[in-house]
């Protein structure tokens, strides 16, 4: 099975992203396909403001900046769900996922204002040494913070 039969039994439709002045029938084809891009787009990455570029262009054709993604609601309470559902051990600041989960609002609040404004730096992570499978070597694991 090639490439282009692959791409055909998925219904994979090309999305059009315009990047300079376009004629008639080229802005035609590309508000068709900006219909289609919510299809696609995955609220907890894409926000309104990305989505509005790709139908509309991007200063220079290139995207600058990751923050729009990582700073979003949607996509940092996603995340800590994830983080939460892992049931995780602590890391050097001893806070388990399930204090974290009492104030998780509030903590996503927090990190958000911190990503937003600067301020955030991430804090040291916890080594631990775990024992190998079969061997009575250990090898080290990192243990991250639950919380900014």
């Known amino acids: 099975m090639t490439k282009d039969t692959k791409r055909r039994e998925n219904d994979y439709i090309p999305v059009t992203v315009p990047f300079s002045a376009a004629t008639p029938a080229e802005e035609l084809e590309v508000r068709e396909s900006a219909r289609e891009i919510p299809a696609w787009a995955n609220r907890c990455i894409w926000t309104d403001r990305m989505l509005n570029a790709l139908t509309v262009g991007v200063r220079g054709g290139k995207w600058h900046a990751l923050s729009d993604k990582v700073e979003s609601d949607l996509n940092l309470f996603t995340s800590a769900r994830k983080v939460v559902g892992k049931k995780g051990a602590a890391g050097v600041d001893?806070?388990?996922t399930d204090d974290f989960a009492e104030?998780?609002?509030d903590e996503i609040?927090?990190?958000?204002?911190s990503?937003?404004?600067g301020t955030y730096r991430p804090r040291p992570?916890?080594?631990?040494w775990i024992p190998k499978p079969?061997?009575?070597t250990e090898r080290?694991?990192?243990?991250p913070t639950v919380c900014a």
């Open 109 to 113: 609040r927090r990190l958000r204002r």
């Open 94 to 96: 001893r806070q388990s």
């Open 125 to 128: 992570v916890r080594r631990v």
């Open 115 to 117: 990503l937003c404004d």
């Open 140 to 143: 080290p694991l990192g243990i």
């Open 103 to 105: 104030h998780e609002i």
């Open 134 to 136: 079969g061997s009575s």
